[in-house]
Every structure is written in C-alpha cells, then in structure tokens.
C-alpha cells in the first residue's frame, strides 16, 4: 500500500499567482486523479485553511465522506494564519474539531513563538492531543526542534510528525547546525519526519532529482531508520517544481540507496501503522 501522507485541496485555489481555474484547480478529484495514475492508494488531506478557504475544514470532511477508502482528513487547528493562533482555549477547540471531523490527526503551523510549547495553554492543547490519541503533524524548521524534542519527552506516546525533512536544507553551509538539530531529534522516539519537499530542500529547486539533497535524505535514513520515516507529494503546492508523478520517483526510484524493502516501508506501511488502517 502506497499513502502520500501530506496533500492539500481546496475548493478555490489560494495561491498567486491565480490559474486560469481557481474554483476546480485545486479540488479533491484533480488529486484522486493523479493517484489513481500513479498507484497511491490513499492521501492525508492536510487542511488549510488559508486565502479564499476559511472552510477549507469543512471541506476536507467533505472529501473524506465522499471518498472513504482514499482520504483521511488532517484538520487544520489553530494554524499560524487563523486568528486563534495560540490564544486560550486551544485544547477546547482541538477536542472540538476532532469530535466533529472524527480525526486521526491535526496539523498546526507554527511561527516562532517557542515558548509556547511550556505555557499552561500550550501544554493543555498537547495533553488533550495525548488524551485523543491523535497524530500532531507540525511544521517547524531547525529552530524548533529543541522545543519539540522536549515536548515530544514529556508525551512519549503522542507521533510527532514534521512536515517536509522539518527544517533540512542543502544551501547550509559546514557545519551544518541546523541540520545536526534536525538529526538529534531522531534520538526521541515518537519524533518521524515527512520525506517530503525535495524542492524546498536542494538548493536549486527546479533541478530534478535534486540531487544535492541525497546526502542528506541518506543522513535522516540513517538516524532515524527506516520506521519513522513517511512519504509525502505536498500536491498541489509540488506542482511549482515537479509533477506528481516525480514527488514520487524522486524517493522511490533515485533514493536507491535505501533498500527496497525499507522505501516500501517509507511509501505506505509506516503511515498504514500510524493510522491504524
């Protein structure tokens, strides 16, 4: 089984500059189509609820009880761009959309507030995400990663799950600290990363296979191994530096040097476990 564990839709596309078709550009069945062309069985609908979709949540559960064997929904809760961005009251609205959209998982952008994670209301929102059992999908770059290490401690049986290599990047230079945060972090356990984002890593993002990212994707192979890591497209926003199709041959095929047996782990059995399916 193949699972592309990070993707959006939209029922208006909230990027610019705007295409030609913003109502259908971005909606479920342009997604549903392409993994039907390239073997993927299902896809983790991250919601965001960003420009032109303020129901972009609703919409998603849409797509998940139309499409029940394809989509399993990711809320968006109180991500960087809504206006109940770590205000009080998070842990009661976390519970509330997982009661309603009967969540797996959430996703929760971050800006740079680090110490939220230690508040009283940041640590209610984590308590009740452990209470749920729910799957925490962040996004947080290399300065984040001590935060989350520590959080991650304090709720070893919560998935921490970072969005895109969380932080990786090939134009750093030696010697590479960034980088070291984001390889310490595989000493906690319940910390995966979305093998993802391969454009937003090289330094070149228009350079399929982005080749200057292979030492370090071999790097996060080998400390985090091959059960916490999970493969992800980020379609549609993938579109800007590859098709579909290359999101995924840019892992499968070019990544040869993790065996195949572990990249079919990486491709859908990790994240099948995660779901519980």
């Known amino acids: 089984m193949i699972i592309d564990c990070h993707t959006h839709a939209w029922d208006y596309w909230p990027y610019e500059p705007n295409v030609p078709n913003p109502e259908s550009h971005g909606r479920v069945e342009k997604l549903l189509w392409e993994m039907d062309q390239n ?39 109180d991500c960087s761009w809504t206006d109940t961005y770590h205000t009080p009251g998070a842990a009661l609205r976390l519970a509330a959309a997982a009661d309603k959209y009967q969540l ?21 929102f984590f308590t009740k995400t452990a ?11 290399a300065p984040w990663h001590e935060h989350v290490r520590k959080l991650a401690r ?38 995966y990363l979305k093998m993802s984002g391969f454009g937003y890593v090289s330094q070149v993002e228009w350079d399929y296979p982005y080749s200057d990212t292979f030492w370090m994707v071999r790097k996060l192979y080998e400390h985090y191994g091959p059960e916490r890591l999970c493969w992800a ?22 990544c040869d040097f993790i065996p195949q047996k572990d990249r079919e782990m990486i491709l859908g059995e990790n994240m099948q476990r995660l779901l519980g399916l």
């Open 131 to 141: 209470e749920l059992g729910l799957i925490a999908s962040l996004a947080f770059g």
């Open 39 to 77: 073997g993927v069985d299902k896809a983790v609908m991250v919601c965001a609820r960003i420009d032109h979709n303020p129901n972009n949540n609703d919409y998603g559960a849409e797509c998940a009880e139309k499409y029940p064997d394809r989509i399993v929904q990711f809320a968006d809760v």
């Open 233 to 254: 497209s980020d379609y549609p926003p993938v579109l800007g530096y590859m098709t579909y199709k290359q999101s995924i041959e840019v892992f499968r095929t070019h």
């Open 154 to 191: 304090r709720f070893p049986d919560t998935i921490f799950l970072g969005h895109h290599m969380a932080g990786t990047r090939a134009s750093e230079k030696p010697p590479y600290p960034n980088f070291q945060e984001v390889l310490k972090s595989a000493e906690v356990p319940n910390i």
């Open 104 to 124: 797996k998982g959430y996703t929760h952008y971050l800006k740079d507030d680090f110490e939220w994670f230690e508040s009283d209301e940041g640590l209610k």
